[in-house]
Each structure stands twice: as C-alpha cells, then as structure tokens.
C-alpha cells in the first residue's frame, strides 16, 4: 500500500472546481481547501506507478499551478505482524 501526501496550489477561483474533480478519483481524496487556495490531498493505491500517474494528472488538469508530494508512505500488503503484537 503506498499513501501519499499531495499540496495542490491552484489559481485564483477554481479551488471548488477542483476539489469536486479530486473527490471523484479513485484513491484520491481532499481533506482540506485553504483560504491560499491550496488543497491538501491524499492519494492511496497499491502500486508507486499509479501514484506517479495520478500526480501527472493533477498536473494537466485546468487550474492547478503545482502538486507537490509532501508525504510518501510504502507499506507491503504481506507484511508479516510480529507475534508479540498480533497478541495484543
């Protein structure tokens, strides 16, 4: 499982628009939306080359004038849980 942590800043007067084409991406959501028209976004998935792709698209897309990655957490799906914890 990767999660990342996404700023989005975008231009005057389509912070709104925006969020409501982020909120319909998988894996994708916005938890907040700043007076300085920044977003602030994860995006989760299980592969590092679908959150490549997603940052791209956020890039293309009218109104946004930089996504910058600011958080990355990579965790494998099998990763085995210690038997002292699992007994907790």
Same mark, same amino acid.
């Given at each position: 499982m990767n999660i990342a942590g996404v700023i989005i800043n975008a231009m005057p +007067?389509?912070?709104?628009?925006?969020?409501q084409q982020?909120?319909?991406?998988p894996g994708v959501e916005v938890h907040a939306v700043s007076a300085e028209r920044r977003l602030v976004v994860?995006?989760? +998935?299980?592969?590092t080359r679908i959150l490549a792709d997603t940052l791209t698209d956020f890039h293309d897309m009218p109104g946004v004038i930089s996504a910058v990655t600011v958080y990355h957490h990579f965790e494998e799906d099998d990763e085995e849980i210690p038997d002292e914890i699992e007994q907790a």
């Amino acid at each position: 499982m990767n999660i990342a942590g996404v700023i989005i800043n975008a231009m005057p +007067g389509h912070e709104q628009r925006l969020k409501q084409q982020l909120d319909k991406l998988p894996g994708v959501e916005v938890h907040a939306v700043s007076a300085e028209r920044r977003l602030v976004v994860t995006v989760e +998935g299980n592969d590092t080359r679908i959150l490549a792709d997603t940052l791209t698209d956020f890039h293309d897309m009218p109104g946004v004038i930089s996504a910058v990655t600011v958080y990355h957490h990579f965790e494998e799906d099998d990763e085995e849980i210690p038997d002292e914890i699992e007994q907790a």
